[in-house]
């Protein structure tokens, strides 16, 4: 069946420093590939999220690349802020809707 | 635009007790799901309605999970009895505005509901 692998966390990086945080898959067709994330107290809302094979998703300075030959879509952003710090989940998604998430990753961001 | 609306939000019950989830998805939003998510671990899939039809429920212990959603809108999410093993947060999702779930449709969740089994 369908898996999502991503990098164990918790991650601890100073203001400014650089993010990856990786995400593998398995799946049997051509899914479509998200990141999720929970701020602290808040529920689960998409980050970005990308469709087909080479697309990259973006929002908020993050960005992830579709990499179908890899099966992977990380995570990155240039330079963290302490508001940027929550759990990151990578998540994929079959015809019909149906979703399979990775276990998340914490992120904190100390100034 | 309003929001995915879940109750209760905390929810303390004995094992063997039963207890029920409910669900208010977005306006318009054929698709809705239900998730539980153990302390440590990624949302699970329970059960994907489309309007008022179960499209999957593989996941779902059916032993002691039921669930439904009559009139394609709002739904209730019932455990009985409870083991100490679904102590969890029960995600309530929905999508869907073209009416069909399609793989690149974004989910919206609700703030989930927080279940302690003692």
């Known amino acids: 069946g369908d898996s999502v692998t991503q990098m164990e966390g918790p991650v601890t990086l100073s203001e400014e420093a650089f993010l990856t945080i990786n995400c593998t898959y398995t799946a049997t067709g051509y899914p479509s590939l998200f990141w999720y994330v929970q701020y602290p107290g808040e529920g689960l809302q998409l980050l970005l999220k990308a469709t087909k094979a080479d697309d990259k998703g973006s929002n908020k300075g993050f960005e992830a690349t579709y990499r179908k030959e890899t099966t992977s879509f990380h995570l990155e952003k240039g330079s963290v802020q302490v508001s940027d710090s929550a759990v990151y989940f990578c998540a994929l998604s079959e015809s019909a809707g149906k979703s399979t998430f990775g276990d998340g990753t914490t992120l904190t961001v100390k100034p | 635009e309003a929001g995915v609306a879940q109750s209760p939000r905390y929810k303390i019950i004995e094992k063997r007790q039963s207890v029920a989830f409910w669900c208010n998805p977005i306006?318009?939003?054929?698709?809705l799901y239900w998730y539980q998510q153990i302390l440590g671990q990624g949302p699970k899939l329970l059960i994907q309605?489309?309007?008022?039809?179960?499209?999957?429920d593989s996941q779902l212990p059916k032993d002691r999970f039921s669930a439904e959603r009559l009139k394609g809108v709002d739904s209730t999410l019932k455990i009985q009895p409870a083991k100490l093993e679904d102590s969890a947060v029960y995600l309530c999702?929905?999508?869907?505005?073209?009416?069909?779930?399609?793989?690149?449709?974004?989910?919206?969740f609700g703030p989930g509901t927080r279940l302690l089994v003692l």
């Open positions: 999702a929905s999508s869907g505005i073209s009416g069909r779930a399609q793989s690149g449709e974004t989910q919206y």
């Open positions: 309605f489309q309007n008022n039809g179960v499209v999957d």
């Open positions: 306006s318009g939003h054929a698709t």
